[in-house]
């Protein structure tokens, strides 16, 4: 007889409610093809997103058992060793339906924090060069490798407990762009990170680091930004 899995799928909006599925237990089975599952096997209404399944795109983020996390690299071996699943929307976020997020707020807080680079230079110049072992580049040679997922945003006390926070993923963003040498906009985007909901409303709780997929350290983005406002300020460079 086949072992089952007791799989309990938040349904609704903010105001909904866990419904609770039994789900076929299956060898290297993920979060992911549970909800697929029940989704296929059970109930097609059940909203949700996903994409490349293979860690590549970040889309498939729920909140599973408390924890924000990729549902298609999450074994329920290694999160249900009891087979219990809770599986909600990521929080911090409005819930439009089910486990899927309105991800607007979070990307507009990368507008605010000016996550967009700005250059100086024209399509008729060569390429910019920046050398690969320049003190500029090595400092965030981790932190360009975000996906944006949420994971981090989701996972982020200070974010709940002030919502106008832009939150671990902008900032680390505006970090990059603070160490790229052909950005021209560093005095506009320091501003947008020093006001109060910025970098210095960070707590360095540290749960951002701690959950990223992708082992990035947005603590440290942070902590880089606290001292590169702090410096321009004293200079009146700000």
Aim: charged share 25%; aromatic share 6%; glycine share 6%.
């Amino acid at each position: 007889m086949q072992s089952l899995l007791t799989a309990r799928i938040w349904r609704g909006g903010s105001d909904g409610a866990f419904v609770t599925y039994e789900v076929p237990r299956q060898d290297s089975q993920t979060v992911l093809d549970v909800v697929t599952w029940v989704q296929r096997a059970l109930d097609p209404t059940l909203a949700y997103r996903y994409a490349c399944r293979v860690g590549m795109c970040g889309s498939c983020a729920m909140t599973v058992n408390g924890r924000a996390r990729w549902t298609c690299r999450t074994h329920v071996e290694r999160v249900a060793p009891h087979g219990i699943l809770d599986i909600a929307p990521l929080a911090n976020l409005p819930v439009i339906k089910d486990l899927t997020t309105d991800m607007a707020d979070f990307f507009d807080k990368w507008t605010k924090a000016e996550g967009r680079f700005q250059g100086a230079a024209t399509r008729r110049q060569d390429f910019a060069r920046v050398a690969p072992d320049s003190r500029q580049r090595r400092a965030v040679d981790a932190a360009i490798e975000c996906i944006g997922c949420g994971v981090c945003y989701a996972s982020c006390d200070v974010v709940n407990w002030r919502p106008d926070f832009l939150g671990p993923a902008a900032l680390n963003r505006a970090w990059t762009l603070v160490n790229d040498v052909r950005d021209i906009a560093l005095r506009q985007r320091l501003r947008a990170v020093a006001g109060d909901a910025g970098c210095h409303s960070c707590h360095t709780q540290g749960s951002c680091t701690e959950r990223c997929p992708k082992n990035l350290a947005p603590t440290s983005a942070i902590a880089g930004l606290k001292r590169v406002t702090a410096q321009a300020a004293m200079r009146r460079k700000l």
